[in-house]
């Protein structure tokens, strides 16, 4: 038997595996009440599988030729010039945020204590960051119907030391990505977009994340798509990505792959910094980089997903208007609304619990959850009332505009349950009689 023959069989007795024990594990029948209905979950065949064992057997481990493949595939699903991989969402959003510090981009760099307009309902790893460099969020409120940014509010909070918004769009619903782009083009300030709870959103028949000059993408198991962990970084802008790719990888000048040398032309020629002429360019430093690499193992499961990923889009689409039909009528709760032009690739399906609704979103969680429905807050409900901001002052680490009524009204008031794309009528359907009954319907 020759290697490849061996490989050959070893990939069907991989997908063999799937059908034995993966398989009958996702088409077990649903039991209301006994199963559970978690609110993400992991939605994969033999393919994945299949690639995986591919990938370990060619043992290459760090970022290789299923990385590459990966990254032009997201690229030319987003209709991008470049996607850099990573190891994950916040890692793709700590990149995307660095990049806009490097001496590159001369007076548009973003320096410490300079202004980043964001909002506080949401993860809090948009918005980590901006502190942990040692710059200020600017927070303001958002819309308590789509859950994202209150874009009236947006010039209010600008000042002269502003340089970028960094803002995420809210459990797949886009938030104004026209005006938000237009307002930041207006005042010359960089734009951010967390896409990690979006991949595969439009608006205005655009995908979000390709609004802004950086868009990121988390590929945790819960997302979109995953390959375990996982992230990525996206833009149209060859002096971002060029920032974004040497500090994705050491901080270094040389672009030269792994194990390949002299791509670049110059690696025993050129003079660095105050460095001897003809210092090895593998070796030189023009960032102070990170090395946010993910694996060509987890590629290699990255390259199946993205071949099915519309087919996720879709049904994440078909859940969420499920389970609307069903509970849009219940005057207790104020349900998730998008924008006209908006076109979401839902992650969650968001609730607000209303003042006179006779019970609390904790006793709605409750139920559900005694239900064996599982139930999420939105994140971190309002950062600023977190214990990581104990030691932070107001006005000198962070600024507020206004008032955050409606973020602390989510944080108090709202819940969100789960569409994934592996979830059948049969869950969808206990999750809406369940919520029905519970609300007296």
């Known amino acids: 038997m020759t290697a490849e023959e061996l490989r ?11 059908r034995l024990v993966h398989r009958p594990k996702q088409e077990e029948a649903f039991v209301p009440g006994k199963s559970r209905v978690n609110y993400a979950g992991r939605v994969f065949d033999e393919r994945e599988m299949a690639n995986l064992a591919d990938a370990s057997l060619e043992f290459w481990l760090t970022y290789g030729r299923w990385s590459k493949k990966f990254e032009k595939g997201l690229a030319d699903y ?47 790893t ?8 040692g710059a200020v969020p600017v927070f303001v409120d958002v819309d308590i119907g789509t859950a994202n940014i209150d874009v009236a509010k947006l010039e209010a909070a600008v000042s002269p030391r502003t340089k970028a918004v960094m803002l995420a769009h809210t459990l797949g619903n886009p938030f104004d990505a026209r005006a938000v782009k237009a307002f930041c083009d207006r005042h010359g300030l960089w734009l951010v977009e967390d896409n990690c709870d979006a991949l595969g959103s439009k ?32 833009t149209n802008d060859p002096t971002l990505k060029k920032i974004a790719l040497s500090m994705r990888d050491w901080g270094r000048d040389c672009w030269c792959e792994s194990g390949v040398d002299n791509t670049c032309g110059c690696r025993f020629t050129k003079q660095f910094g105050s460095l001897p002429l003809g210092y090895d360019h593998k070796y030189v430093y023009s960032h102070f980089g990170y090395n946010l690499k993910a694996t ?58 209303l003042p006179d609704a006779g019970f609390s979103r904790n006793d709605l969680a409750k139920r559900l959850e005694a239900a064996n429905i599982q139930t999420r807050n939105l994140f971190a409900g309002n950062i600023l009332r977190h214990p990581c901001f104990e030691h932070l002052a107001e006005g000198v680490d962070y600024r507020v505009v206004g008032t955050l009524e409606n973020t602390d009204t989510i944080m108090n008031s709202s819940l969100w349950i789960g569409l994934y794309p592996g979830m059948g009528d049969a869950k969808l359907d206990y999750m809406i009689s369940t919520i029905r009954n519970f609300c007296g319907r």
């Open 8 to 18: 050959q069989e070893i990939l069907e007795k991989t997908a063999e595996y799937y």
């Open 78 to 124: 987003l209709g991008v010039r470049f996607a850099l991989l990573v190891n994950s969402g916040s890692s793709a959003n700590l990149l995307a945020f660095m990049t806009l510090t490097s001496p590159l981009l001369g007076e548009r760099r973003v320096r410490r204590g300079d202004e980043v307009i964001t909002v506080a309902a949401g993860f809090p």
């Open 126 to 133: 948009t918005i980590a960051p901006i502190i942990q460099y």
């Open 203 to 234: 608006f205005a028949g655009r995908f979000t994340g390709t609004w802004g000059d950086l868009g990121t993408s988390s590929f945790y198991p819960p997302h979109h798509m995953t390959m375990g962990e996982g992230g990525a970084v996206y």
């Open 296 to 353: 060509d193992m987890q590629a290699a499961v990255g390259c199946a997903q993205l071949e099915k990923f519309p087919s996720f889009v879709e049904k994440r689409k078909a859940n969420f208007d499920r389970l609307y039909s069903g509970l849009h009528d219940l005057p207790q709760l104020r349900l998730f609304a998008k924008l006209p032009e908006a076109d979401p690739s839902w992650f969650g399906f968001l609730m607000t619990v």
